[in-house]
């Protein structure tokens, strides 16, 4: 089956533990990304990568950290977190994302709270 | 810049009315695609339709209609004969040629149907 697999669903942490949010797609895209959901402001990019070791900063990208050594995973690292990172994290993968024909598929959420 | 404006921040409706969500957008590409995404209470992100700026037409599927306007630069999603299970967080969402990178979403609209 087709999909993105994100890991962990949910995770509760303290303030300054290094923590990794894997993300893995099955699909041979070459396209992923990170987005975090808050209240009141939908989905916001964090960063992207348009191929394997090609990555980029989105709108929101301070206090995170990404890789992409290779074409499936794309983990998402926080190394030093902070309570205003708590949010819900979204993953996705779109095989050639400036065209839209091929839409985009998402991971089904890490809700992350830091205390 | 691209920029997705959903206006209505909560709508609660009585079971088996309509309802009509409301997306305004702005790109300055002429090819763009336009999303709509359903997110239920379980938090995944449902994919609905995908529509290119190409294509005016109107589209219906089951219960659900959208209304793509470019000249009001409007992406609107009607549900009709509304249902319970239909309570969820709405996202419009645009991705342009000229910002490849990134799928800009809305704010999203909460909506909740009572029995």
């Known amino acids: 089956e087709a999909q993105v697999t994100q890991n962990p669903r949910y995770l509760i942490t303290v303030t300054g533990k290094k923590l990794t949010v894997t993300c893995s797609q099955n699909?041979?895209?070459?396209?992923m990304s990170w987005y975090r959901q808050d209240p009141g402001l939908g989905l916001r990019q964090i960063y992207y990568?348009?191929?394997?070791?090609?990555?980029d900063k989105g709108d929101v990208p301070e206090g995170y950290k990404v890789s992409r050594k290779e074409k499936r995973n794309f983990p998402l690292i926080l190394e030093s977190p902070s309570p205003n990172q708590t949010s819900l994290y979204f993953c996705?993968?779109?095989?050639?994302?400036?065209?839209?024909?091929?839409?985009?598929?998402f991971g089904s959420g890490t809700r992350l709270t830091v205390v | 810049a691209q920029k997705v404006t959903q206006a209505q921040t909560e709508i609660s409706v009585v079971e088996k009315e309509d309802v009509t969500l409301d997306c305004v957008y702005e790109?300055?590409?002429?090819?763009?695609?336009l999303f709509w995404y359903k997110q239920p209470p379980s938090g995944e992100l449902v994919f609905l339709i995908r529509?290119?700026?190409?294509?005016?037409q109107n589209e219906i599927s089951g219960r659900y209609s959208w209304n793509f306007q470019k000249s009001t630069s409007s992406f609107n999603f009607t549900i009709t004969a509304s249902q319970v299970v239909d309570s969820a967080v709405y996202f419009c969402?645009?991705?342009?040629?000229?910002?490849?990178?990134?799928?800009?979403f809305g704010s999203g609209t909460q909506l909740t149907v009572l029995p």
């Open positions: 996705a993968s779109s095989f050639q994302p400036g065209t839209g024909n091929y839409g985009y598929t």
């Open positions: 699909m041979n895209h070459e396209y």
């Open positions: 990568s348009m191929n394997v070791e090609v990555t």
């Open positions: 790109t300055r590409d002429t090819t763009y695609y």
């Open positions: 529509r290119n700026s190409f294509d005016e």
């Open positions: 969402a645009l991705i342009s040629s000229g910002s490849a990178r990134q799928l800009t």
